[in-house]
Nanobody, 126 residues
């Protein structure tokens, strides 16, 4: 069982940046998993933000392309989400997720992910 923990959330003004991180409280090798970030705004369904697997496979929701970057640090088994040019509509609870046995077409599919973090709040003010 992989237990994921997010960090790095907070409040920022529009146009600012935040970097989220996700690691596991139990032993894991991030290189063995597909990993992703999802978010849920109040009153809305959870949606995919970005996903990654292997050395160079990534996928992004259209709403964050060009602004967010997902990356993996295999040495520290940490997942990151660099968020630039933040907008008020990016305000949400952000969740990291992981699974194994994925294909590249699964990276933005919520139902494909087996393990989830508790979430961390990101608030962007105008």
């Amino acid at each position: 069982q992989v237990q994921l923990v997010e960090s790095g959330g907070g409040s920022v003004q529009a146009g600012g940046s935040l970097r989220l991180s996700c690691t596991a409280s139990t032993s894991w090798a991030i290189s063995d998993y597909c990993v992703g970030w999802f978010r849920q705004a109040p009153g809305k369904e959870r949606e995919a933000v970005a996903g990654a697997m292997g050395d160079d496979h990534t996928a992004y929701a259209d709403s964050v392309k060009g602004r967010f970057t997902i990356s993996k640090d295999d040495a520290s088994d940490t997942l990151h989400l660099q968020m630039n040019s933040l907008k008020p509509e990016d305000t949400a609870m952000y969740y990291c997720a992981a699974s194994y046995g994925c294909s590249t077409s699964d990276l933005l599919q919520e139902e494909k992910y087996r393990y989830w973090g508790q979430g961390i709040q990101v608030t962007v003010s105008s």
